[in-house]
C-alpha cells in the first residue's frame, strides 16, 4: 500500500451549530455541536485515529473555535478555500448539497490536490489557544451566573447578576473580535493553513 494512501484525512464542513465529519479512507462520518463540548468529544475521537490533517471550508468565521481547539490539540489544520472544493466537487460531477457529502468532498480534495500545509505562526497559534480557553471560560461563568439568576430571591442579587451577565456578555463579544481579527490577518498575511 502506498503511504500517500495509509493517511488519514479528515474533513468537516462547518456550519453554525454543527460539525459534520467524513474520514478517509475509512469512510466513516458522524457530526458533533460546533461548541466546547461537541469540539471536545471532536478532538476525543480524531486522537483514536491520528489523522495526517484535518481540513475545514472556511466558513467566515464559524471554523474559528473548532480551528484553533484542534491546533491547539496538536493536530495539523488546514482551513480550505471553498471555491476550490465546490469546483473540485464540480470535476467530480458531485451536485448534491448536504453536509455529510460536502465532509467527504472536502477530504477528498485534501486527498488529491494535497495541498501546501503551512503552520500557523507561533505566535499567531499561542494568541487562537489562549483566547480559545479564555472564551471557554466566559461561557463557563455565563452558564453558573444564569444558574444563580433562577436560583436568587433577592431583587437585589438578580440584579447584581444580570449587571455581571452584561459583563460577562460584552467580554464574550469582545474575545470573539479578537479571535476574528486573528483570523483576518492570517488570510491577509497570507499565512496560516490555508489553501
Do not use: W
Amino acid at each position: 500500500m502506498d503511504h500517500d494512501e495509509a493517511q488519514v484525512i479528515v474533513g468537516i464542513d462547518v456550519s453554525k451549530d454543527r460539525l459534520d465529519v467524513a474520514v478517509l479512507p475509512s469512510g466513516e462520518a458522524f457530526a458533533v455541536g460546533n461548541d466546547h463540548a461537541g469540539i471536545d468529544r471532536l478532538v476525543g475521537r480524531l486522537r483514536l485515529l491520528d489523522p495526517h490533517v484535518v481540513a475545514l471550508e472556511a466558513t467566515g468565521g464559524f471554523e474559528l473555535l473548532s480551528a484553533a481547539t484542534l491546533s491547539s490539540a496538536g493536530f495539523t489544520v488546514m482551513i480550505v478555500n471553498p471555491a476550490q472544493v465546490r469546483s473540485y466537487a464540480q470535476a467530480l460531477g458531485r451536485r448534491a448539497k448536504t453536509d455529510p457529502i460536502d465532509a467527504a468532498v472536502i477530504a477528498a480534495f485534501v486527498a488529491a490536490t494535497k495541498p501546501q500545509i503551512r503552520p500557523l505562526r507561533d505566535g499567531e497559534t499561542q494568541a487562537l489557544s489562549e483566547l480559545v480557553a479564555r472564551r471557554r471560560q466566559i461561557v463557563q461563568m455565563i452558564v453558573a451566573e444564569e444558574n444563580r439568576e433562577r436560583m436568587a430571591l433577592a431583587k437585589q442579587a438578580h440584579r447584581s447578576i444580570k449587571r455581571l451577565l452584561a459583563a460577562l456578555r460584552r467580554e464574550l463579544d469582545s474575545l470573539d473580535a479578537d479571535r476574528t481579527t486573528i483570523s483576518a490577518s492570517r488570510r491577509s498575511g497570507g499565512s496560516a493553513r490555508r489553501c
